[in-house]
Antibody, heavy 113, light 108 residues
Framework: QLVESGGGLVQPGGSLRLSCAAS????????MSWVRQAPGKGLEWVSY????????YYADSVRGRFTISRDNAKTSLYLQMSSLRAEDMAVYYC????????WGNGTTVTVSS | DIQLTQSPSFLSASVGDRVTITCRAS??????LAWYQQKPGKAPNLLIY???LLRSGVPSRFSGSGSGTEFTLTISSLHPEDFATYYC??????????FGQGTRLEIK
């Protein structure tokens, strides 16, 4: 199970930190990603981290503004988001694996003044 | 970056129909393709991985095929609960991991 938290309303230029609590599987064995979905739009991959946090990737749209991290001891995944823009407004999903076989329910990020 | 183009973007069909959704990749991705189903207000659900492997628990009316640049998702006989939006996803070459734009399947 994956449970996201940390979403909310933030002003343009602001910051948020999303968290994802994992349970029911050996978290440290799995690559993880964040995927987002803007209102009425399709799925957009945001960021990836391997099981040991030695490799991270970002979509061009967020590189330099977002930072993915994980704490295997706490079985948690994080996404630090800064310099938020209106186009970052979306539901953010925490997902397991490259073939994304486990999804959280999502946390909503609203960017508005 | 590898682009995925799904067709059609919208599909209207009836219960019992056989439907096929196509996903074309801008360059070869071998068999590194997955299909997801998403219902309104819910997270996506993995149906097919490695182009043709049915995830455990997914009904056998769903099937996937293809390799290289052209892939299909087929539902052999539509059930009422199959009306949803379907996405393909590639992971042959990343970053970035990419998704198709989605195919919305609606009841005729």
């Amino acid at each position: 199970q994956l449970v996201e938290s940390g979403g909310g309303l933030v002003q343009p230029g602001g910051s948020l930190r999303l968290s994802c609590a994992a349970s029911g599987f050996t978290f440290s064995d799995y690559e993880m990603s964040w995927v987002r979905q803007a209102p009425g739009k399709g799925l957009e991959w945001v960021s990836y981290i391997n099981s040991r946090a030695t490799t991270v990737y970002y979509a061009d749209s967020v590189r330099g503004r977002f930072t993915i991290s994980r704490d295997n001891a706490k079985t948690s995944l994080y996404l630090q988001m800064s310099s938020l823009r209106a186009e970052d407004m979306a539901v953010y999903y925490c997902v397991r694996g490259n073939y994304m076989d486990v999804w959280g329910n999502g946390t909503t990020v609203t960017v508005s003044s | 970056d590898i682009q995925l183009t799904q067709s059609p973007s919208f599909l209207s069909a009836s219960v019992g129909d056989r439907v096929t959704i196509t996903c074309r990749a801008s360059q070869g991705i071998r068999s590194y393709l997955a299909w997801y189903q998403q219902k309104p207000g819910k997270a996506p659900n993995l149906l097919i991985y490695a182009a043709s492997l049915l995830r455990s628990g997914v009904p056998s009316r769903f099937s996937g095929s293809g390799s290289g640049t052209e892939f299909t998702l087929t539902i052999s006989s539509l059930h009422p609960e199959d009306f949803a939006t379907y996405y393909c996803q590639q992971l042959n070459s990343y970053p970035p991991i990419t998704f198709g734009q989605g195919t919305r399947l609606e009841i005729k």
